[in-house]
């Protein structure tokens, strides 16, 4: 499956973390655990290419965050919303089935609407 990187920074990825926690049918836990793998993989990279940005535009402050000056903050995010809708392939050629009775919240579903399937519902 295809999904854009702006999965790593709607809350995604620590849903899908807290998943693995569940208990889920082996072949579901399988599949889970590969995405999640290749997920992290990508993270890495997009988060050297999102540092990238904040260094061509940036700069840290005292306590270690990126602050972008005022002029540069057009240029800032237009490249990083560019990063951000760059479709990579992952790990994962169908959703995931989890148990109905797999307790989510209803914030937690919509973010993995795209990545799970509750049988009977």
């Known amino acids: 499956m295809k999904f854009q990187n702006s999965i790593f920074v709607r809350g995604q990825v620590q849903v899908i973390n807290k998943l693995i926690e569940k208990p ?67 790990d994962l050629d169908s959703k995931i089935k989890i148990p109905a009775d797999i307790q989510l919240s209803a914030a937690e579903i919509i973010l993995l609407e795209d990545i799970i399937e509750i049988p009977g519902i």
Request: hydrophobic share 35%; proline share 0%; glycine share 2%.
């Open 24 to 90: 889920l049918e082996i072949k579901e836990a399988y599949k889970l655990v590969k995405f999640a793998r290749s997920l992290s993989e990508k993270e890495a990279d997009f988060n050297k290419a999102r540092l990238m940005v904040y260094e061509k535009y940036g700069k840290q402050n005292d306590e270690g965050n990126w602050e972008i000056e005022k002029k540069n903050q057009k240029d800032a995010a237009k490249e990083i919303d560019e990063l951000l809708v760059i479709e990579e392939d992952y």
